[in-house]
């Protein structure tokens, strides 16, 4: 089984930043790729950003040159570096591991609140 630990939400202003870090723990070799998903109140989850055991990374469209994600080692841990926030990205933001039994983000955190507002 598969621990995810996020922190570092919270309340900014916009045009402002945050950085979100997600610990894993237990069996860290049953997942590869690590991405943050968001969800804000009424809308579908929505994947954020990616990152592979290479390194390789993907964005929404949304944040893509605001957002970056990166990780200290292929495992563990992974970071979303949030820069000139907006309103709209205020949102639960959940820390996902793929499996790498199914290829899907079977693992999930408990989620950290981001509220963007004046």
């Known amino acids: 089984q598969v621990q995810l630990v996020e922190s570092g939400g919270g309340l900014v202003q916009p045009g402002g930043s945050l950085r979100l870090s997600c610990a894993a723990s237990?069996?860290?070799?049953?997942?590869?790729?690590m991405g943050w998903y968001r969800q804000a109140p009424g809308k579908q989850r929505e994947l954020v950003a990616s990152?592979?055991?290479?390194?390789?990374?993907n964005y929404a469209a949304s944040v893509k040159g605001r957002f970056s994600i990166s990780r200290d080692n292929p495992k563990n841990p992974v970071y979303l570096q949030m820069n000139n926030l907006k309103p709209d990205d205020t949102a639960v933001y959940y820390c996902?591991?793929?499996?790498?039994?199914?290829?899907?983000?079977?693992?999930w955190g408990q989620g950290t609140l981001v509220t963007v507002s004046s």
């Open positions: 996902a591991a793929q499996s790498t039994m199914t290829g899907r983000y079977e693992y």
């Open positions: 237990g069996s860290i070799f049953s997942f590869n790729a």
């Open positions: 990152i592979t055991d290479g390194g390789s990374t």
